[in-house]
Structures are given as structure tokens and as C-alpha cells.
């Protein structure tokens, strides 16, 4: 009788750096009036963020594994596909359960991440290729915010220690995944037309839709009758040296020639948060569910 080898496992996620993880965070049940520093603008902006990740990242995961079949050659880009859209699915049902803690607080969320799900109708309609341009600049976009949040102690000594946890874990699965898009985008042949016109093309639509909702909030919330709140909110966000302004400062480089994500060095930062967050001693190793399925 012969016996047949057995088939070689297939990579997961897990095994090329991008493990998913099945996270159950203990939300509050009750948030602080203001979760950002005590402030109704900043806080407003965001809920606002958290609100649009679920239609971003469904719309990210989608423009990806529209070229799936382009990288089933490259087993460890195949793997990193994988971890990718694997991650992402868990944060937008995370950030489903944050919006859930919002909306308890009385914001309605739902307007922004609706506004951002319509706008992305549009880039819907735009060829694959563009969709996947755009996500690649979205991604740029989440990987720099995510290097902001955990390279200074700003975010962690502003926001509510209640909902941080779940910012930090996102930061850190957004950067071990970074350069999943653009090196699929590179799979089909990038073009720098293209990964030009996806700047107007996100601002125009994401980025309309996400001020929107964030002028909604501040409106529904009668913050806008409040001009020092509105003032010092701005300046939180995006004031000289702020959060936001350092990280749309770091947007252009999206758009030189021989952009890649990894030419920007984050390793060590994600090992030192991988340990912090999920070592032996890791403060969310247990609200892991199981470990990173492989
Ligand atoms: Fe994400
Ligand atoms: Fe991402």
C-alpha cells in the first residue's frame, strides 16, 4: 500500500507576521462625558474616525481581494493577503462595538460612517485598479497614524484609558500589515498617474464625507455654540505640532516615484508593542480569545 506525503500546510497570516487575532475588548458600558482630553470637539473627531473605519476597511479588504488571484503564485504574499483582510474584518467589528459605546453616549455615528459608506459608492465605480490605488493611499494614511499613536504618549495621555486599548491594538495590526496593499498594487504594475489622481479622488470623496459627519456631530451636539471648545479642539487636532497635522504632513511622500511603505522602518516599534500589548506579561494577551489561529 503507498501512502501519499501529506500536503505541505499552506502559510497563514500568522506565519509572516500578520497574525489575526481574535480580540473581545472589555468596552465600558459608560464613557467619560468627553473621552479626548476632556474636549467635545476632539472627542467628536474621533468617534468621527471610528465611525468610518467599518465601510473603510470593507471597501480596503474588497479592492484587495479583487486581485487575489494575481498573487497566488508568491505563497507568502498569498499568507499576507490573507492576515490582512483577516485583521481588518476584526477591527471594523471592534470598532462596530466601540460605535455601539458612542452611539450609548448619545453621538449619533451612524451619519458619518453612512456619509462615508455613500462616498465610497463613487470610488466603487472607478476601475479596480484606481480602487486599489486609493486604498494603498488609505493605507498610507492608517499606517501613519497608527506610527503616531504609538511613538509618542500623546494619544495615550489624552484619550479615556477606557477605549485606548483598542486604538493601540489597532495601530499596531494596521502597521504590521502596511505594505500588503501597495505590494499587490505593485503585483499588477503601480502607475503614478494613478496614485496621483487617487489624492483628489479620496479627498473629494472620503474626505468630504468624514468633515461632514464630523460637522454633524458638532452641530447634533450643539458643540458649535461653544467657540472655546471649537477653537481648542482644532488646535488639538490640528494645530502646529498636533496629532493630525503631523500625520498629514507625512501624507505626501505617497506620492514620490519610488514610494514603498517599508522604506519607512517600523519594526522595532511594532515589536515593542507587539510585547507590551500581547508578551507573556501583555495587558491584552488575556482578552486574546485563542491565540492567532495558524
Ligand atoms: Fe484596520
Ligand atoms: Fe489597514
Redesign the pocket.
Known amino acids: 500500500m503507498t501512502t501519499s506525503a501529506p500536503r505541505p500546510r499552506r502559510l497563514q497570516g500568522a506565519d509572516v507576521g500578520i497574525p489575526p487575532r481574535q480580540l473581545d475588548f472589555r468596552l465600558p458600558e459608560k464613557l467619560a462625558p468627553w473621552a479626548y482630553a476632556d474636549n467635545a470637539t476632539a472627542t467628536l473627531f474621533l468617534a468621527m474616525l471610528s465611525a468610518i473605519?467599518p465601510p473603510?476597511?470593507d471597501f480596503?479588504v474588497r479592492s484587495v481581494v479583487h486581485f487575489r488571484d494575481r498573487v497566488q503564485g508568491d505563497e507568502d504574499l498569498r499568507a499576507r493577503v490573507a492576515g490582512f483582510t483577516a485583521?481588518?474584518v476584526i477591527?471594523?467589528r471592534e470598532?462596530d462595538r466601540l460605535n455601539g459605546v458612542f452611539q450609548e453616549r448619545g453621538f449619533p455615528v451612524e451619519v458619518p460612517e453612512k456619509a462615508v459608506a455613500a462616498a465610497l459608492t463613487v470610488l466603487h465605480r472607478t476601475s479596480p485598479r484606481l480602487q486599489l490605488a486609493c486604498t494603498a493611499l488609505m493605507e498610507h494614511f492608517?499606517a501613519v497614524l497608527a506610527e503616531d499613536i504609538l511613538s509618542t504618549d500623546e494619544f495615550r495621555e489624552r484619550v479615556d484609558a477606557d477605549i485606548t486599548e483598542l486604538w493601540l491594538w489597532?495601530a499596531l495590526?494596521?502597521l504590521e500589515?502596511k505594505s500588503v496593499t501597495y505590494d499587490v498594487y505593485e503585483v499588477i504594475g503601480t502607475s503614478e498617474r494613478e496614485r496621483r489622481l487617487a489624492v483628489p479622488l479620496v479627498l473629494a470623496t472620503v474626505g468630504v464625507a468624514a468633515l461632514y459627519g464630523w460637522g454633524y456631530l458638532l452641530v447634533q451636539q450643539g458643540v458649535w455654540r461653544r467657540p472655546a471648545d471649537l477653537r481648542e479642539g482644532w488646535r488639538l487636532m490640528f494645530g502646529r505640532g498636533q496629532f493630525m497635522r503631523r500625520v498629514l504632513t507625512r501624507m505626501p511622500v505617497f506620492n514620490h516615484p519610488r514610494f514603498h511603505p517599508d522604506k519607512h522602518d517600523t519594526r522595532e516599534l511594532e515589536q515593542r508593542w507587539r510585547e507590551i500589548l500581547f508578551g507573556t506579561e501583555g495587558s491584552l494577551t488575556e482578552q486574546l480569545r485563542r491565540p492567532p489561529q495558524r
Open positions: 473605519f473603510g476597511e480596503f485583521q481588518e477591527h471594523s470598532h492608517t489597532h495590526e494596521e500589515h
